[in-house]
């Protein structure tokens, strides 16, 4: 069933709503310039940090404790072996030999999906036509049902387990002791099975006795998984695994902890299985390449937003006529692409000057170089009548 609706703005509301986009760009501006500013900081600094810690990091034998190599970074490859076993702590359930234990949690509940589409109409408003479908879906997320477009028939139950994950309190890495939360990020999530048994304690711990079971190795409440009904909850589990470890850093009594470099940055390195240091680190500079150009494009493209917001406004006004409206905004968002790319790329240059002057400069005269071949070649001259 779907539910369709109509909704028309007029010209005057538009331009109200043009002009307060257009504060907003602003602000977007400023909080995206200031964003790739800090990036560069957090990019040079990040990659002096991993210079810094390559340059005076020790490998160490994990099997016993070096007094002299206490408050030093170094570095160490162990098996691990958690202190204890992890029990979820709803429903009972534990697992051997795993650093954490995952409870994933999925309810069949309706799930709302919404569709516009705006059309302009001569005098400069617009009329939006949404449509609403609602079908019935396995989701994670609780789905509230009162904040439906139309609730009636389409109620949700609570969402009344959560998905949740427990870690072991510490682990042994030889003669070193770290906290499950410490290299939780670097496991293997595998499979927990549910048999019929565990569904069984695990239903009766949770408050329902007898309507938990176990099916398709996930603990299932509802009368048939074949023909699930709005409220029917599947729990999957999954044991977080980590046999062998590879770290790099601080030497604090038996402790690993977080070592912190002369520009203030902390390095805790962290690999699945047994690997050098050269490569921890290796790949730790790589990640900081891709984080820092997935913030640079993601600054760029926040003010490409900015300027397109700020220039909306003219578009508007040329909405009386719907065509050329269409043609103004086409213009519109060539020029923010264009302001976008220089504003971001100075920016960027600028962050680097410090550290690359040469590489700063080349950028600049790149970006000057655009803007000049865009003012003499990206607007079309007049043609002179003819004689």
Not at 9 to 26: I, K, M, P, V
Not at 39 to 44: C, D, G, K
Not at 315 to 343: N, Q, R, Y
């Amino acid at each position: 069933m779907n539910l369709v609706t109509k909704t028309s703005t007029s010209w005057f509301s538009r331009l109200g709503g043009a002009l307060t986009g257009a504060l907003f760009g602003l602000v977007l501006l400023i909080v995206a310039i200031v964003a790739l500013f800090w990036n560069e900081s957090r990019s040079i600094e990040t990659y002096k940090s991993l210079e810094e810690g390559l340059s005076i990091v020790v490998t160490t034998d994990a099997s016993r404790i070096d007094p002299a190599l206490d408050r030093k970074l170094v570095h160490i490859e162990s098996d691990v072996v958690p202190t204890a076993d992890v029990v979820d702590p709803e429903t009972g359930i534990s697992v051997s030999g795993a650093i954490g234990l995952a409870r994933k949690v999925e309810m069949y509940q309706w799930v709302e999906e919404k569709s516009s589409t705006t059309e302009k109409k001569l005098g400069g408003g617009e009329e939006t036509v949404t449509t609403y479908s609602y079908s019935k879906e396995w989701s994670e997320k609780a789905q509230d049902s009162s904040e439906f477009k139309e609730p009636a028939g389409h109620e949700n139950p609570d969402f009344w387990l959560p998905s949740s994950e427990t870690l072991v309190d510490t682990a042994q890495l030889g003669a070193f002791s770290v906290a499950g939360s410490q290299i939780a990020s670097v496991g293997a999530r595998v499979a927990l099975p549910i048999t019929n048994e565990t569904a069984a304690e695990a239903s009766e711990a949770l408050g329902y006795p007898g309507e938990g079971r176990a099916v398709m190795q996930a603990l299932y409440f509802g009368a048939d998984e074949k023909a699930p009904q709005i409220g029917d909850t599947k729990v999957r589990f999954e044991k977080i695994m980590l046999p062998e470890v590879s770290i790099v850093g601080m030497q604090h009594g038996d402790r690993l902890t977080e070592y912190t470099t002369q520009n203030g940055y902390t390095l805790f390195l962290l690999a699945a299985g047994r690997e050098p240091f050269a490569k921890m680190f290796a790949d730790s500079q790589a990640e900081n390449v891709v984080l820092t150009w997935a913030i640079r494009l993601a600054g760029i493209f926040a003010l490409f937003v900015g300027f397109a917001l700020i220039l909306r406004i003219f578009s508007v006004i040329g909405d009386v006529i719907p065509f050329v409206g269409s043609l103004i905004a086409f213009g519109t968002g060539l020029v923010s692409f264009v302001m976008a790319l220089a504003v971001g790329v100075t920016v960027i240059a600028i962050g680097w000057f410090a550290v690359r002057p040469l590489l700063s400069i080349g950028l600049i005269v790149v970006v000057a170089a655009v803007v000049w071949a865009y003012s003499k070649y990206g607007r079309k001259k007049p043609v002179a009548p003819a004689a």
